[in-house]
Each structure stands twice: as structure tokens, then as C-alpha cells.
């Protein structure tokens, strides 16, 4: 008989994560609008970094993220002190379960927030708790009353991932004063599709207990270099990096994202863009009668009448070649999250769902 060993409570508990890496076999011809993903990529001189890291992966590359902590210092006005780098805001996410969260605390998300809070919880061995949204948009005043003297952490996308929707950032200093016991953790992932927004920053230079996350992987279009820092008080960063692999962010990582930092031109162009189209995308769904609720982010939450209506959408997509993301996981079963592709892309899956509606009228 094999003998099974058990792995820590709350382990079997996660779900495998779904549809990040989804395709469609065997078309030429589909569009991948499922992972909100820049449909531009990269800066040239991101990809051009990454080349020139070839040479030097004989290396091990740098432990203190100095050169890309700098940039990112200067680009956005912080201490590079205060900024810890990890694969991905995943592994910041992480790091802050792994730190902070354990047996006998709670961490708090809310009822449509991004998955990885759940799974980071669980492998901490924490008990996730999930706080019930306003019609799709974060309720700050349940977030309040949801915490307890176990509440560790607090974790809040912002845009958040999937409704599109945000609070203000006196919301989040209401919420973060409200529970001083727990590290407010403001995620931003989608922070640079929205003007006039610093992601929580100036909240995490001035409150002991505020968290900033980001990433490279959204607008600066490198999802697959794996690349996310967190910034905070300098007692969290410092307690962060002692659980950090001292080598978690390779060579290619490096360079690249620093580069893609420093070329702002690319990314304000891709922010322009994206206003556009997502404008204009909205405006087509609605007019096709698939309403949204107004998004601050690079994709759009689509709601059709009832679960059956979405999932035969997302079967019609599919055998157009388009693909966009069902989000039951998040509690959003009737809904199809569309990123916001290029005009082309945002043309054709407007055209598929048209057609769509139009027959099943
Ligand atoms: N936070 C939110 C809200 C997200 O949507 C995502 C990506 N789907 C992430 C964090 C993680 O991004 P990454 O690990 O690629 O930085």
C-alpha cells in the first residue's frame, strides 16, 4: 500500500488554478483576450535588455534588486529601501501570507478578489475569509466589520480583478485605521490603466500598516518574465526579504523590467490606448444589449441574463477563435471577463457576441 502523507491543513483545500495559460487548438487565427495581458507587449528596449541578459546567464544574478528597486524609486517618486521584488505580485502576495498570516488568523479579501489571497491563506495555513461586495464594488464598512483581533491581513485589489471597479483612497485609509491589527495590503495591479491614481502609494509612505503591490506583467505587457514588487513601511519590507529567496528573480527578469520602468513613452502610449478601446468596447456590448459595469482597468466584466446565457457566449466565442475568461471561481457565474485587446481583437469579439445576442433574440 502507498503510504500518503498528508500535507499541512488547508492544503487540499485550494482549488488548482484555472485558464491562465488557456488555449485554442488548432486555430491560426485566435485571440487570446482571457488573461488581461497587453496586447502590444513589451517596450522594445524590454525586450532588447532581455536579449542582452543572454550573455550573462553563466551569472547568478544580483540577491538586491538594486538596479530595478532604483528605477522603480525614481519612476514613481519612492525609497528604494521601502521596495522588495518578487516572480510576480504572486510571490508578494505570498510572501505577506507566509510572514504575517499562519494557524489562528484570518485573512480578509473580498467576495470577487483575485484568487491568489485564497490560495496564499490556505498554504499559510490561515483561514481565508471572504467579505461580501456592493454590487460588484469593494464595501469598505463590511470590510470593517468583517475583522476580528485574528484579521492579519487585508487584502484589497484596487482596480480590482474581475468587476473593473475601485474605492477611493480615503476609503482605504478609513479601512486601514479602522483595523490597525492587520497589514492593509492595497493591490494595484491594474493601478497604471487608471489617471491621476499612485496605487495606494502615498497611503503605504505615511500608515504603519499599508501594503502597495504591483506589477510588470499588466501594462508593461511582461506577464511571462514574472516580475511584481510590493512597497510598505520599511519594517514589513525588511521582514518580507528575510523570507525571500535570495535569488528569486533571474538575470532576463532583472534587466528587462528595469528597462520596461524607464520607457514611459510606452507605457503612456498603451495606457491612451487602452482608454479608447475600452470606451469603445463597452459602448459596443451595451449597445448589443451585454451591459458592464464602468471599468478601471484593461478589461471589461460582461453580464448577460443568467450563468446558461454567459457559458453559451463563451461556446460561441470559442468557436470564432476568441478567447475571454469565465469567472465562476470569483462568485460571477452569469459574467465573461473580456480583456481589452487591440482595436482589431475588440472589434471581432464585439462582432462574435453581436451575433450572439442577435440570434438569441
Ligand atoms: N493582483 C491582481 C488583482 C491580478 O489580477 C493579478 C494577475 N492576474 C495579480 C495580482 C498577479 O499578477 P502577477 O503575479 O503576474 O504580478
Known amino acids: 500500500m502507498t503510504n500518503v502523507i498528508a500535507p499541512q491543513p488547508g492544503i487540499m483545500e485550494i482549488a488548482l488554478y484555472e485558464g491562465g ?87 480578509l479579501f473580498t467576495e470577487h478578489g483575485f484568487l491568489m489571497y485564497r490560495i496564499s491563506a490556505h498554504a499559510a495555513g490561515a483561514t481565508p475569509v471572504e467579505v461580501r461586495e456592493r454590487d460588484r464594488v469593494t464595501d469598505i464598512d463590511a470590510l470593517i466589520a468583517g475583522a476580528t483581533k485574528r ?32 497589514i ?25 500598516n499599508v501594503v502597495m503591490t504591483r506589477t510588470f506583467s499588466k501594462i508593461y505587457g511582461l506577464g511571462g518574465l514574472r516580475v511584481g514588487w510590493g512597497y510598505g513601511p520599511r519594517e514589513i519590507i525588511d521582514v518580507l526579504n528575510r523570507i525571500r529567496g535570495p535569488f528569486n528573480l533571474s538575470v532576463a527578469a532583472l534587466d528587462g523590467a528595469e528597462a520596461a520602468m524607464r520607457d514611459r513613452e510606452h507605457i503612456n502610449r498603451c495606457r491612451t490606448e487602452n482608454a479608447r478601446m475600452r470606451a469603445w468596447l463597452a459602448e459596443a456590448l451595451a449597445e448589443k444589449g451585454v451591459p458592464s459595469d464602468t471599468s478601471c482597468a484593461n478589461f471589461i ?41 487591440d482595436e482589431a481583437s475588440c472589434r471581432r469579439v464585439a462582432h462574435v457576441i453581436g451575433k450572439f445576442m442577435a440570434d438569441r433574440a
Open 151 to 182: 484579521t492579519r491581513l487585508i487584502f484589497v485589489a484596487n482596480p480590482n480583478n474581475p468587476t473593473g471597479t475601485m474605492v477611493g483612497l480615503a476609503d482605504l485609509e478609513r479601512l486601514a485605521r479602522a483595523v490597525p491589527q492587520a
Open 184 to 208: 492593509l495590503v492595497v493591490d494595484a495591479a491594474y493601478a497604471e490603466y487608471v489617471d491621476d491614481y499612485d496605487g495606494g502609494a502615498e497611503l503605504a509612505t505615511r500608515l504603519p
Open 301 to 341: 466584466l460582461a453580464r448577460f441574463a443568467n450563468p446558461e446565457t454567459a457559458d453559451a457566449c463563451d461556446e460561441a466565442l470559442k468557436s470564432e477563435g476568441v478567447l475571454v475568461r469565465r469567472v465562476p471561481g470569483y462568485g460571477l457565474p452569469n459574467c465573461l471577463r473580456i480583456t481589452v485587446g
Open 21 to 107: 495559460a488557456a488555449k485554442i487548438a488548432g486555430r491560426t487565427d485566435a485571440i487570446k483576450l482571457s488573461s488581461n495581458e497587453n496586447p502590444f507587449g513589451p517596450s522594445d528596449k524590454a525586450r532588447e535588455a532581455v536579449i542582452r541578459a543572454a550573455h550573462s546567464l553563466h551569472r547568478y544574478p544580483n540577491t538586491d534588486h538594486a538596479g530595478l528597486r532604483q528605477a522603480i524609486g525614481e519612476v514613481h517618486g519612492l525609497d528604494p529601501d521601502r521596495i522588495i521584488c518578487g516572480v510576480g505580485s504572486d510571490e508578494i502576495i505570498h510572501f505577506l501570507c507566509q510572514a504575517y498570516a499562519g494557524p489562528g488568523t484570518e485573512v
